[in-house]
């Protein structure tokens, strides 16, 4: 029996598309300039179309709020870990943990926190606003007395974006982290918060990363575009796909952040770094740009980063929740001269001096991938190129391999019995570890299913 709103044509609003939508990207409907130049014109009663650089505006607007719908309407029946990891020091791994862990707080509030994982003291927290009373080296202490969310928070200094900081006390040692250590901390900090973001050190082959790996449900690498850093985050990537199991399944679904702090980039090595990831299934390719808030090196505020380095994290956020779901890339490869054509009628430069294009309406894309003729690649069913053997193609972004099931890597046993029973196809110096002590008596809450 039909209603009177639909006897009458009306329909109630999807929330998902107007929960971000403000009244600019409302007046965009209309289709009409409303910047610039033309947006002048059209003030008078002219009615121009919008300019290329407008349109470009448009599209990113509407992909932010996307992405931010996304984020927002992630809803997992379990924690999940992100690791943030490169060998090569000064990569940016500190103020992507950070930035991150702001993008999800952002929209989704509490709930969020940023965990040191290197071996030794990193500077997490000296990144940081404030100062942590309790550290991370008291937390380790003190992990098997938490009892409550209250008392867990004293071991952290919360931000001005929400994010709970897990680090150590700035210009102080502490003890050196085991993989026991990092497994003990993720499993009570589960407890109490929904994502863990997790900054490593510098070493790949010891046990805090290797304790990290196994609490990790994403990987996600941080490059700066020259040689020394992006060899080094090929090298660990290599490292982890021959592992196999879970390991290579995180190298394979990398989210990889370009980033950029000022200083100056050869762009032969540029290109050759951003083949070489894509090669090992890098698909996911986001580029933050140069902030120069971050690039004070002090306290990072995610109020005083800039909305274009803000929107950049927020993109590469909604990606590490697809990565979750088994969703495919939102990244596109384009090979070179398929640039779009511009709109009849349209001029090439913005009058007002907009930013350049490179502002993707999405994640900026990523270097086609030459064919290879490697024996370990395939070939895509579905655009008939040789690519990596990765879950999605590198040409087509279609799917190479079934759906990307988590919960065959964190089964109940090791996330509701606190990761005690570690999997098969970890490596062999984590399986070769002591077991986690669990209380038996403990109920199983069934936390595990996803």
Known sequence: ????????????????????????????????AKTGLRGGLNRLGFKLLPGAAEQ??????????SARAVILHSAFTRPVGVLIANPKGTSGKTPATLGLASAFAAVKGNGICALEVADDAGTLALRAEG?????????????????????????????????DVFGSRPGESRPALTADDVVAVSRVIDEYYRFRFMDSGNVVTTGPFLGAIDVADVLVVPVMMARDSGLKAIEMLDGLIAAGGHAAELARNAVILRMTDGRPENSVDRD??????????GARQFEIPFDPHI????????????????EAFTFAAAEIVRVVRGEQPSTTAVRPGDAAAEPDGQDDEDPDGAAPAMAAAQAPVVPA?????????????????????????????????ETVN??????????????????????????????????????????ASA
């Not at 709103?5 to 009244?23: D, E, K, V």
């Not at 690039?295 to 803000?310: G, L, N």
């Not at 065959?408 to 986690?436: H, I, M, T, W």
């Open 369 to 401: 991938v030459e064919p290879d003729p490697r024996e370990d690649w395939v070939t895509c069913s579905e655009c008939g190129e040789r690519t990596p053997p990765a879950t999605f193609c590198a040409f087509c972004r279609h799917q190479l391999t």
């Open 1 to 32: 029996m039909e209603t009177q709103h639909q006897t009458n044509g009306h329909h109630a609003p999807n929330p998902a598309h107007t929960l971000f939508r403000s009244a600019e990207v409302e007046g965009d409907a209309a289709g009409l």
């Open 406 to 447: 988590l919960q065959r890597f964190y089964g109940r046993a090791r996330r509701a019995s606190g990761y005690a029973e570690p999997a098969e196809d970890l490596p062999e110096q984590l399986r070769a570890l002591p077991p986690v002590p669990t209380d038996d008596d403990e109920p199983d809450t069934g936390r």
């Open 131 to 163: 100062v942590p009373q309790l550290d991370l080296g008291d937390l380790v202490r003190d992990i098997s007395l938490i009892r409550s969310s209250g008392q867990l928070a004293g071991y952290a200094v919360q931000q001005s974006s929400f994010v």
């Open 56 to 65: 470009q505006a448009r599209k990113r607007r509407v992909a932010l709020e």
């Open 272 to 281: 050759d770094v951003v083949r070489y990831l894509e090669e090992r299934g």
């Open 295 to 310: 690039a004070e090196r002090r306290d990072i505020t995610w109020a005083k980063v800039s909305p274009a380095t803000q």
